[in-house]
């Protein structure tokens, strides 16, 4: 009987439908779930004219996706990345630099405060030479605390991009793997859903690591590759990042379907994005810049130190001529970049110029070091006594520079999130009016078949 027919047609496809609800339900917070439905048509009539039609059937499960929407998330997951890792070393360096008990200006001060102090008082006070001593260490140990801040911070960049590398290639294997087990799914006609939502889980994930260029290829296929050009993915086949060396010496690499004589694709990180974009630019541009010009104010505080002592008399001298010796010791590829020259004593400060031990015509000129001028990595210029205060302040500049690109990322990558939630995520309120919608479908359709019941079993009591 057509009647039959129709109602369990209606009731298989009401109960397809209500599959589809329950699994959307299911997943209402499954990160990355995109949601289903059952897409209902009409099946025709024979050509007998004589037909209402042959009830309904289910023509597809869609999945409600929008490319563009996903595109747009991604590229706000490469922007977001890019800053948020930057920020937390900026956060650190400010704190560090910032500090007035451990700043540099503040031990630069104690130390011309020191000097003030044998000039003001007398320039034979073993105590107050020994100050000057004291005070000398304590700079070094400033200058040398904050540029292992910077050496620790050069570490840390290294291991965490060598970790975004990993994660990476990780993600770079995944993406191929799930393209190939959907070109499958596809061609048995198989429900690959589940598949296309753990591949642009990591795809996006991959995002937020290297910036991407994401492009749909036929069969369900997403082909990917930096922004700068270089395939990551090419249908089942999958590339692989290289990173080795540490530190400003660390490089990056593409290997894509290597042969026994073909060679990697030499990477400028600066230039990929993301994560590792974002912590490169950081490291040769920000880190760089402040380690170099910390390392030029100590440069010139031990040179001009040095040679006007140089040309002082030691406590007590007995030479015709000028016995000063060097107070500071520099040197730029030590990990204490400074440091007081070993065995001096109060006695072997030069500060007088004709070698009269009252005289403090040395200890005058060491006075003036505080107003010479010191020229930085980006050609700016300062005074000695306010070259920490000004890279303090760039720092602060930059840093703050840093957090208005990371609110507008996440701004953008909120707004990019809440545009395919509303597209592909799942509104419980709308599943649940799904729901008792199909269910009634499903009762209807069944009340149908139950009348139909009821007039077959009286046609068969009249001829019976």
Known sequence: MTILTNALSGALASQLALSATSQNIANLQTKGYTRQAALLSAVGADSSGKAVGNGVQVSSLIRFSDGYKSQ??????????QYSQTQPYLTQLERVMGDQTASLSTAVDGFFAALNAVAGDSATSTPLRQQVLTASGLLAQRFNSLNNVFTAQRMSITQQRS????????????????????????????????????????????????ALEVSEQPGGVRDISLKTGQALVIGNIA???NATGAGAGQKFSLEFAPTPTSKPYDLNAEQLGGQLGGLSVYESGTLTAMQDDVAAIAKELA????????????????SNKPDGKKLFVFDAGATNILTVAAGLVPADLAFSSDGADGDTGTLQKLLLINSATITFKDESTAMLGDADTQLVGKL???????????????????????????????????????????????????????????????????MG
């Open 303 to 318: 040179a001009q130190v040095n040679e006007k002592l140089a040309d002082g008399y030691v406590l007590k001298s007995k």
């Open 163 to 210: 970790a975004i590398v990993e994660s990476a290639n990780a993600n770079i294997g995944k993406i191929a793997a799930l393209n190939a087990r959907i070109t499958q799914g596809n061609a048995v006609g198989a429900s690959v859903s589940s598949l296309i939502d753990a591949r642009d889980l990591a795809i996006d994930e991959l995002a937020g690591q290297v």
């Open 72 to 81: 747009q998330m991604w590229r706000a997951a490469a922007e977001t990345g």
């Open 239 to 241: 590339g692989k990042l």
């Open 396 to 462: 602060g500049v930059l840093s703050q520079q840093n957090q208005a690109a990371l609110a507008t990322a996440n701004t953008m990558r909120t707004h990019a999130v809440d545009d395919w939630q509303a597209t592909s995520g799942v509104n419980q309120d709308e599943e649940a009016v799904n729901l008792i919608e199909y269910q009634n479908m499903y009762q209807a359709n069944m009340k149908v078949m139950s009348v139909a019941n009821s007039l077959f079993d009286a046609t068969l009591a009249m």
